[in-house]
């Protein structure tokens, strides 16, 4: 099990400010939402978390220990980012993308085993594309390829997940179905996962914790249900916010 | 037979996948060998080789296989093993698919070096050690260039490359156009790609065998750069190290083929490519294959180049490419045509 906290965490992008000052701490078990307007910081921020970026100032912790002090490839094996983009130059099947993610289990001379493709097709399991696990990654749809990367995700089965917009490029039922799995996954397992969302709803349904980041470095963080009132959601995306009462739950729309 | 089978059945399975297709080239490695031993203005029959090869006996066979042809193959062979592999290096680097070994200006910096010592009317040894000068002159200046302040993304490193290159371009046209009818033809024959007046060393086997080793070893993570800086290091690959050891690996691969034999083209930037479509993108196999391959068509084409209009002998890559681009299309069409049906 594997904490991620930051220490007066301050970044920066040229004079434009993500957040400042900024105390997190990540807790096994915990689902956290991030959110904030277009080109605010949120990906900076998770590139930041995942020690791929120097913060401005401040300090992160990947269990009490400083993240630029661990060796990358351990990093890695407690880590993972889903990136937003993915570039594949070279063609490669989605079965090679995805072992791909037990990279930094196995050493450099070694070669994935048996168990190593177990995982792989287990994770091409959960996000259903076991059958198109030989197609080349070029032939895929965007939809396709987003759940590939989540798969890749899997199989590198790290303790904290940083996921960058994991339900862009998905349809009405896998946005449900695979943040549904990622999410009973975090809490039986004790993983945490900390991903920015731009669906207020999704946020709302899987959430136990958020971070508003609103520009100008101010940041709100706290329990799900105590941010997500009107009043907040309407300053955070200068865009006023109604809630109903639905079936199941409270419904965000946009006025 | 036995105990092949027996390593066949404890090896691990993701071991077995490759190992049809290495078997192959090995053949076609063989193969090529063969051919260049066989052939040449004097015929032999198979006796004559086999004996040739197998006995010390001081025959003319024997003169020519061992002094003539055999050098010449495993030069050829060694050559295009070197530039297969800098380019499958230098295609994962810059992580572009039109990427080859001379894109950074590596073969300009040696051809203007050996052209102005083929200008002083050096020969032999001195050109080739002015090349290679002239290679890691280009290399270091390309790399001192590209590195600037820290930042050190594919995008720079091939502008750079590209630009050093282009200069390398304009000075040899100087040369060639201020220097005097008679060294011009060997001038333009090194330019094309050569090897017929080289002694075979072993150190450029060296290169080739200590290139392949480390490349093999970091093959897995090549696989991964391959999916872009940020996806690598977020699964722990070091990115910056690794691409300046690519860097440097890559030039001096290229340094050493350009050495021996000139700007061969279309090897560096083909094989690979043919690889990718026979078999896919995983470097542990598009290394040795790519290096058999290179080495092989680099054998045909250099025997074919001795002996099409013989006694006169055509620039080996001037063979490459007709031999290449034929067999490259029909890969490339076969992949398509599969595609559609599926």
């Known amino acids: 099990m594997t904490s991620l906290q930051t220490k007066a965490l301050s970044i920066s992008i040229g004079n434009k400010k993500v957040c ?236 | 037979m036995h105990i092949l089978s027996l390593l066949y059945n404890i090896m691990p399975s993701t071991l077995r996948k490759p190992l049809p297709l290495i078997s192959l080239l090995f053949l076609l490695s063989i193969l090529s060998f063969a051919f260049a031993i066989s052939m040449g203005s004097m015929h032999f029959s198979i006796h004559q080789l086999l004996t040739a090869l197998s006995t010390n006996q001081d025959s003319i066979a024997h003169t020519i296989i061992w002094e003539l042809r055999l050098p010449r193959a495993y030069i050829a062979f060694i050559t295009g093993g070197l530039l297969a592999l800098a380019g499958v290096l230098m295609q994962v680097l810059l992580r572009n698919p039109l990427a080859d070994p001379y894109i950074l200006g590596v073969s300009g910096g040696a051809s203007v070096a050996a052209l102005f010592a083929m200008s002083a009317g050096l020969a032999g040894s001195w050109v080739s050690g002015s090349a290679f000068i002239g290679a890691f002159i280009s290399i270091m200046l390309v790399f001192s260039l590209a590195h600037g302040k820290g930042n050190w993304n594919p995008a720079r490193l091939l502008l750079t490359g590209v630009v050093i290159a282009a200069g390398w371009g304009a000075a040899i046209n100087f040369i060639l156009s201020v220097s005097p009818e008679k060294p011009l033809r060997g001038m333009l024959f090194w330019l094309m790609g050569d090897i017929s007046n080289i002694s075979p060393n072993a150190s450029s086997l060296f290169v080739l065998i200590i290139g392949l080793c480390i490349t093999f070893l970091l093959a897995r993570q090549l696989n991964i750069l391959s999916r872009g800086d940020l996806q690598a290091r977020s699964l722990g690959v070091s990115v910056k190290p690794l691409r300046m050891g690519l860097f440097l690996l890559a030039s001096a691969l290229t340094a050493f083929a350009v050495t021996q034999a000139g700007s061969v083209g279309f090897v560096g930037l083909i094989i690979p490519h043919m690889i990718r479509l026979i078999s896919g993108s995983d470097h542990r196999l598009l290394i040795p294959a790519s290096v058999l391959l290179g080495g092989s068509l680099l054998v045909f084409s250099d025997t074919l180049a001795r002996v099409i209009i013989a006694p006169q002998q055509l620039p080996v890559g001037v063979i490459t490419a007709f031999l290449g681009v034929p067999f490259f299309l029909f890969l490339l069409n076969r992949s398509m045509a599969g595609k559609q049906n599926d």
């Open chain 1, 20 to 255: 400042e000052n900024l105390d997190l701490s990540l807790q096994p078990g915990e689902i956290w939402g991030v959110m904030g307007r277009n080109g605010i910081g949120k990906t900076t921020l998770l590139h930041t978390l995942s020690g791929l970026r120097p913060p401005t100032s401040g300090e992160i912790f990947l269990n009490q220990k400083h993240i630029e002090q661990i060796p990358r490839k351990l990093v890695a094996q407690k880590l993972g980012l889903l990136l937003q983009h993915t570039e594949d130059v070279f063609p490669s099947s989605v079965l090679e993308s995805v072992v791909s993610g037990r990279h930094p289990h196995i050493s450099n001379w070694q070669w994935e085993s048996e168990s190593d493709y177990r995982l792989a097709y287990e994770a091409l399991d959960k996000v259903q594309m076991k059958d198109l696990s030989h197609r080349p990654g070029n032939e895929l749809s965007g939809g396709e390829r987003q759940r590939v990367a989540i798969a890749t995700l899997l199989t590198q089965n790290p303790d904290i997940f940083l996921l960058d917009e994991p339900n862009s490029h998905l349809d009405l039922h896998y946005q449900i179905d695979i943040l549904q799995n990622l999410c009973e996954f975090a809490s039986k397992e004790q993983r945490t996962i900390f991903m920015s969302l731009h669906d207020i709803n999704l946020a709302a349904r899987f959430c136990d914790k958020l971070l508003f980041i609103s520009g100008d470095g101010k940041t709100k963080s706290g329990n799900a249900d105590k941010l997500l009132n009107t009043k907040d959601l309407s300053e955070l995306f200068q865009h006023p916010i109604h809630v109903t009462q639905g079936a199941e739950r409270f419904i965000y729309t946009p006025a």
